[in-house]
């Protein structure tokens, strides 16, 4: 596996700190790829926590990213999947309906209201969420939802998948998918024939404590972490782990521990997780849509 860190640095930043000629200049923001054993790492975390100190960011953005040779995600006992692309508008923009009752209420952040040329912001907070539970169909916009994939996810993190999914999932007998038709708030409501919501059912599986996440790589702090154990952090930033004792014997498979937050339609999600035949299936039906990734066993 090759894993790499694409780092967005302001040109200004860069030209004080950085090796010149390093990266690629996208107009104002360097674009910088670094292996994730350089040691230029190390000196890029050192100038973020200095300009953090002075309540300035160094890093403007960032993207991990891991490339796998095919034999290793073919030996893979299990894999971290995604859709690649999101679009909006969320579900609750559009009718669905969620029961908040049980969602957990840490709040991770609070910004009080506040005034800027004469207008009020109100007050923002991010807290846990997890907990909620969709009590309504999914309703979307169907002239939004992206073409010529058959996996994609709505910014509150909801899963679309195509009708070929379903027919893959049912023809094969594929274990631990449930899906409901999207119903098109375009079409009066009318069930779609095309893209279905995935739920994914049966016991969540335990991440372990090797997996990392945090609001950004060089995060060393509890931001973001719920102390209920509901949610690891904000953002993903290893390999995912999972404790190999408590998998169900499902081809599709959820994390009980979510990554995320709860800030207005923004949600928490679980880590989707593949069975080789699972990944196999999606493979061989040339299935478009999904990042993949090694899970690991512990």
């Known amino acids: 596996m090759k894993e790499t860190i694409e780092f967005r640095i302001p040109i200004e930043n860069a030209r004080k700190h950085l090796p010149a000629g390093l990266g690629v200049d996208l107009g104002g923001v360097l674009r910088v790829t670094l292996a994730s054993e350089d040691p230029l790492i190390a000196r890029i975390k050192s100038l973020e926590h200095h300009y953090h100190a002075k309540g300035k960011t160094f890093v403007h953005g960032w993207m991990i990213r891991r490339r796998y040779s095919r034999d290793e995600l073919d030996q893979a006992k299990?894999?971290?999947?995604?859709p690649q692309k999101s679009?909006?508008?969320?579900?609750?923009?559009?009718?669905?309906?969620?029961?908040?009752?049980?969602?957990?209420?840490?709040?991770?952040?609070?910004?009080p209201?506040?005034?800027?040329?004469?207008?009020?912001?109100?007050?923002?907070?991010?807290?846990?969420?997890?907990?909620?539970?969709?009590?309504?169909?999914?309703?979307?916009?169907?002239?939004?939802?992206?073409r010529n994939v058959d996996f994609t996810r709505t910014i509150a993190g909801e899963i679309v998948v195509s009708s070929r999914v379903v027919q893959v999932f049912q023809e094969l007998g594929l274990t631990g998918a449930e899906f409901d038709p999207v119903r098109l708030?375009?079409?009066?409501?009318?069930?779609?024939?095309?893209?279905?919501?995935?739920?994914?059912?049966?016991?969540?599986?335990?991440?372990?404590?090797?997996?990392?996440?945090?609001?950004?790589?060089?995060?060393?702090?509890a931001y973001g972490r719920c102390p209920r154990s509901h949610l690891v952090g904000?953002?993903?930033?290893?390999?995912?782990?999972?404790?190999?004792?408590?998998?169900p014997k499902n081809d599709i498979l959820i994390t009980r521990q979510m990554v995320g937050v709860r800030r207005g339609l923004l949600r928490p999600r679980p880590l989707l997780l593949f069975s080789p035949c699972?990944?196999?299936?999606v493979k061989k039906a040339k299935l478009k849509g999904l990042t993949v990734e090694v899970a690991h066993l512990s």
Do not use: M
């Not at 609750?92 to 910004?111: K, N, Q």
């Not at 969709?134 to 979307?140: G, I």
């Not at 699972?278 to 299936?281: I, K, N, S, V």
């Open 78 to 82: 299990l894999l971290h999947v995604w």
């Open 234 to 247: 904000l953002n993903l930033l290893s390999e995912v782990t999972v404790k190999a004792a408590k998998i």
């Open 87 to 111: 679009f909006e508008p969320a579900g609750e923009e559009c009718g669905t309906a969620y029961d908040e009752s049980e969602a957990c209420d840490y709040v991770i952040s609070r910004i």
């Open 278 to 281: 699972g990944w196999r299936a």
């Open 113 to 146: 209201e506040w005034e800027i040329s004469g207008y009020r912001i109100p007050e923002s907070i991010d807290f846990c969420g997890v907990g909620a539970v969709q009590v309504t169909s999914l309703y979307l916009d169907g002239r939004r939802i992206p």
């Open 185 to 221: 708030v375009d079409r009066n409501h009318e069930p779609s024939q095309d893209h279905y919501q995935l739920n994914v059912v049966g016991t969540p599986v335990e991440l372990d404590s090797v997996t990392r996440a945090g609001s950004h790589p060089f995060d060393e702090d």
